[in-house]
């Protein structure tokens, strides 16, 4: 598997799946990845830090290989959106996705979504300011990402908000299902990346979207090797009553 994957550290984290999935009888949640399926940017954090001019290279790698915590990460990352070496600001950071736009397709997929009365959540490691904004705009119906904790004058203070750990959004999709009451095998995850797979896993559909490694493919049950989302309907048609 390492070979088929852009983060072969990754694998050195994780247990092997356990069960063998059944597909859903009546779909009921559709849990979708944001950065590099809802949106066409692969990473809400690198974008930052490109604007910054820096890397977050260092701390992925120290993150992947167990060394250091999620809510670690998160402030190794903020520590690089300084300005004149004073953090910037809320505004500063919404302004660079002012004009970001919604994947190809995604209109009519979640118009499909709501005329079939199916509910819908963003289950993303990316940044919440982002999921918030697409998640009013495509009225999507639970929104969990991590984000910053800003002080009285809007200004980063340094800390993160966590709510999806990378490597375990697993455990995002068990919480959902169980508040929400729904069966983890009437659930369905979308996503294009190698962290999206425990998703996958628990759900009773994993959907890979423009998969970035073969190792997305081989984990998902469908593949859209594409950048649209309407794509998505046929196949979660036949999952609908
Ligand atoms: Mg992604």
């Known amino acids: 598997m390492n070979e088929k994957c852009s983060y072969p550290c990754f694998w050195e984290q994780r247990e ?14 559709i849990c979708f990845d944001m950065d590099g399926v809802l949106i066409d940017i692969g990473s809400s954090w690198k974008f930052v830090h490109d604007y910054f001019h820096c890397t977050n290279n260092a701390s992925v790698n120290a993150y992947l290989h167990g060394e250091i915590s999620d809510e670690e990460f998160i402030r190794r990352d903020l520590a690089l959106w300084k300005e004149n070496g004073e953090f910037t600001t809320r505004e500063t950071i919404e302004n660079l996705f002012t004009s970001v736009e919604l994947m190809q397709g995604a209109q009519s997929l979640f118009q ?15 940044i919440d300011i982002v999921a918030q904004k697409i998640g009013t705009m495509l009225d999507i119906d639970t929104i969990l990402a991590n984000g910053f904790i800003v002080d009285s ?37 979308v996503g294009n990346s190698c962290f999206d797979i425990p998703m996958f896993e628990v759900c009773g559909l994993g959907i890979a979207f423009n998969p970035a490694d073969d190792c997305v493919k081989d984990a998902a049950d469908y593949v859209i090797d594409n950048k649209n989302l309407e794509n998505l309907i046929p196949i979660l048609e036949k999952f609908c009553l």
Not at 158 to 187: F, H, M
Request: charged share 35%.
């Open 112 to 126: 499909f979504l709501k005329k079939r009365k199916i509910r819908t959540a963003i289950v993303s490691a990316g």
């Open 153 to 189: 004058k809007n200004r980063l203070t340094g800390e993160g908000k966590l709510s999806v750990r990378l490597i375990q959004k697993d455990q995002a999709i068990y919480t959902l299902s169980k508040n929400k009451q729904i069966p983890l095998r009437n659930c369905a995850a």
């Open 16 to 29: 092997s799946p356990k069960k063998t999935k059944e597909h859903p009888d009546k779909l009921e949640l």
